[in-house]
């Protein structure tokens, strides 16, 4: 019997973790690990009966540490990781469990969920997060080298077996998912396993978080883990431009996917200065972006 264990790290999100905890109450699993160095997340797991949600308490040095402690406490032979500022849908588990299908294909390392967004459109930064899910969604359908989205995925346990994910990474999912195709294994995507997500209300938040993100693809290259067919990178990036502004429904949408193409090229350039140039340590580019709580 093949058991899972669920894992939430979150900092300071107790509704986030509460809402999580209650959508995956209703799917198969054996138990939930919330990690987090916080009062009041622990304080949100006491409010719940159940033997099978733990709380583990981190040191607070970040999600790579985190999650590095949850995998040592975990007893499942699927993993199931999503944060504390995010949940998924109540079809999430289940669809995992139907695309790994662990006994008839051992190949497969991970399974990545779709995000979601739920930010609405009539905004710039909203109808952005639509389109980058969108085209996220297409890419992540027809490429045969994937990395899971860190909002939501499942990994097979086999497939991180001797891994010590260092503490400054700063995109844990392309490290985990890197790491496993270095071990032979396969990543699918399951676009029926959902997480819904609230993105940056903010450019300067944007901004944040995508240094963070899409510049810890430049970090795990220095590291020589991107693999053959990255799936993010600006060439990559660049390849798409035309398809972006397919996207766009009005005058009012073509004149944001322009903003947006200019801001990726912003960020880009950004990266690049703070990546190779000034060298900015993992507590300098790794900070809380507060309107997506």
């Given at each position: 019997?093949?058991?899972?264990?669920?894992?939430?790290?979150?900092?300071?999100?107790?509704?986030?973790?509460?809402?999580?905890?209650?959508?995956?109450?209703?799917?198969?699993?054996?138990?939930?690990?919330?990690?987090?160095?916080?009062?009041?997340?622990?304080?949100?797991c006491k409010e719940f009966e159940s033997k099978k949600?733990?709380?583990?308490?981190?040191?607070?040095?970040?999600?790579?540490?985190?999650?590095?402690?949850?995998?040592?406490?975990?007893?499942?032979?699927?993993?199931?990781?999503?944060?504390?500022?995010?949940?998924?849908?109540?079809?999430?588990?289940?669809?995992?469990?139907?695309?790994?299908?662990?006994?008839?294909?051992?190949?497969?390392?991970?399974?990545?969920?779709?995000?979601?967004?739920?930010?609405?459109?009539?905004?710039?930064?909203?109808?952005?997060?639509?389109?980058?899910?969108?085209?996220?969604?297409?890419?992540?359908?027809?490429?045969?080298?994937?990395?899971?989205?860190?909002?939501?995925?499942?990994?097979?346990?086999?497939?991180?077996?001797?891994?010590?994910?260092?503490?400054?990474?700063?995109?844990?999912?392309?490290?985990?998912?890197?790491?496993?195709?270095?071990?032979?294994?396969?990543?699918?995507?399951?676009?029926?396993?959902?997480?819904?997500?609230?993105?940056?209300?903010?450019?300067?938040?944007?901004?944040?978080?995508?240094?963070?993100?899409?510049?810890?693809?430049?970090?795990?290259?220095?590291?020589?883990?991107?693999?053959?067919?990255?799936?993010?990178?600006?060439?990559?990036?660049?390849?798409?431009?035309?398809?972006?502004?397919?996207?766009?429904?009005g005058l009012k949408q073509f004149f944001w996917t322009?903003?947006?193409?200019?801001?990726?090229?912003?960020?880009?350039?950004?990266?690049?200065?703070?990546?190779?140039?000034?060298?900015?340590?993992?507590?300098?580019?790794?900070?809380?972006?507060?309107?997506?709580?």
């Amino acid at each position: 019997m093949v058991k899972i264990s669920i894992i939430i790290c979150a900092f300071k999100e107790p509704d986030g973790v509460r809402r999580a905890i209650n959508s995956f109450q209703l799917q198969p699993h054996d138990e939930i690990l919330v990690v987090a160095p916080d009062k009041e997340t622990e304080e949100v797991c006491k409010e719940f009966e159940s033997k099978k949600i733990r709380y583990i308490k981190d040191e607070g040095v970040g999600k790579p540490a985190a999650l590095n402690l949850a995998f040592r406490e975990a007893k499942g032979d699927i993993l199931i990781l999503t944060d504390g500022d995010v949940y998924p849908n109540v079809y999430a588990v289940g669809q995992f469990i139907k695309v790994f299908d662990i006994f008839t294909d051992p190949e497969i390392g991970a399974v990545s969920g779709r995000p979601v967004s739920l930010s609405p459109t009539t905004t710039m930064l909203g109808y952005w997060s639509h389109l980058l899910c969108d085209m996220a969604d297409r890419v992540r359908k027809e490429s045969n080298s994937i990395v899971c989205s860190g909002y939501l995925y499942a990994i097979n346990r086999k497939a991180i077996e001797g891994m010590n994910m260092p503490e400054d990474i700063l995109s844990d999912d392309a490290y985990i998912s890197y790491y496993i195709q270095s071990k032979g294994f396969k990543i699918a995507y399951s676009s029926s396993a959902q997480a819904f997500v609230k993105y940056p209300t903010t450019f300067s938040d944007w901004i944040k978080q995508k240094v963070r993100s899409t510049g810890g693809y430049t970090q795990l290259t220095q590291l020589g883990l991107t693999p053959k067919n990255a799936m993010r990178g600006f060439k990559q990036e660049a390849k798409e431009v035309l398809t972006v502004f397919g996207y766009s429904k009005g005058l009012k949408q073509f004149f944001w996917t322009c903003m947006l193409v200019m801001a990726r090229v912003y960020l880009w350039i950004k990266i690049y200065y703070e990546r190779k140039i000034k060298h900015k340590s993992f507590k300098e580019t790794w900070v809380r972006i507060e309107t997506t709580k």
